[in-house]
Structure formats: structure tokens, C-alpha cells
């Protein structure tokens, strides 16, 4: 099997897992901020681009996926109701703002306005695929 795992130490690195999580799907219950241990997690069926660029439809596929934030404190989301489990969110970007190096902000933004915006001490995060993947015969898109 050819799981992606990919771990991020900087902006640049945060960048490629934003590309790989794009258009992920994951229900509100499988996000879990640990407080004690400053992680957030968030268990996510992701779409593979890596497979999918230059592909026939027939050859899409999604795979299980974790993504994993360290060094993480103050935790706040916006449109998100967190008493509904069972809500599908879509992840469209991960971004980070620097506040004093190498701290700042992560925002993960999602479809509807929806976001989970966190501080770290140091940009520190993986994404592992879980899993085989399985088939999909729908490409995400955007309309501009």
C-alpha cells in the first residue's frame, strides 16, 4: 500500500498537507482537542490528489486519514456546533499566521464558513493515511 505521511515543521510544509486535505470530509465528532497533552485531532476521509491529477474519474479515490497538531492551546471555532456529532464538515485550506516566531496561529478553514482556529508554540503537525483506500467516482470542485 502507498500511504501518504507527511509531517509539517514549517509554513511551507503546512502548505503541502493543506493540498492533501483539501476537500476532506470528517464529522464534528471525530475532531478531539487533548488539553493536557496541547494536540488536536481530526480523523478525516480525504480526497487523494496525489492519485487523482491526470487521472480518468474511474480512478478517484478517498482514503481515511489522521491529522495531528502539537504544542497546541486556546482552541475556538466559529459555526461549528459542537453538540452535533454527526455534522460533515469539508476542510478547504489550512493556514498559519506567525504571531512571535516560531509561534502563531492555525486556521482551518472549511465549507460554509465554518473554522477551528488554535495557537501554537511552533508549527508541528502529520497527516497519515489510516487505511486502504476506496473508490470515488466524484472529483471535488469549486465554483469561482
Known amino acids: ?11 511551507e510544509d503546512l502548505a503541502v498537507i493543506s493540498a492533501q486535505v483539501q476537500d476532506a470530509v470528517l464529522k464534528v ?5 487533548l488539553p493536557r497533552e496541547g494536540r488536536l485531532l481530526l480523523v478525516m476521509n480525504r480526497f487523494a490528489w496525489d ?3 491526470g487521472r480518468q474519474a474511474r480512478n478517484l479515490e478517498r482514503r481515511r486519514a489522521a491529522l495531528s497538531f502539537a504544542r497546541v492551546s486556546n482552541v475556538k471555532s466559529i459555526r461549528i456546533g459542537q453538540h452535533n456529532k454527526d ?13 512571535e516566531a516560531p509561534a502563531g496561529q492555525v486556521t482551518l ?3 460554509g464558513g465554518a473554522a477551528i482556529g ?6 508541528e503537525a502529520q497527516l497519515a493515511d489510516l487505511g486502504a483506500a476506496w473508490a470515488t467516482e466524484h472529483m471535488p470542485h469549486h465554483e469561482a
Open 109 to 111: 478553514h472549511f465549507s
Open 29 to 33: 465528532g471525530d475532531i478531539r482537542f
Open 51 to 53: 492519485k487523482a491529477l
Open 87 to 99: 455534522a460533515v464538515l469539508s476542510l478547504l485550506a489550512i493556514d498559519f499566521s506567525e504571531t
Open 118 to 123: 488554535f495557537d501554537v508554540e511552533c508549527i
Open 1 to 11: 500500500m502507498d500511504q501518504l505521511k507527511l509531517a509539517a515543521l514549517d509554513q
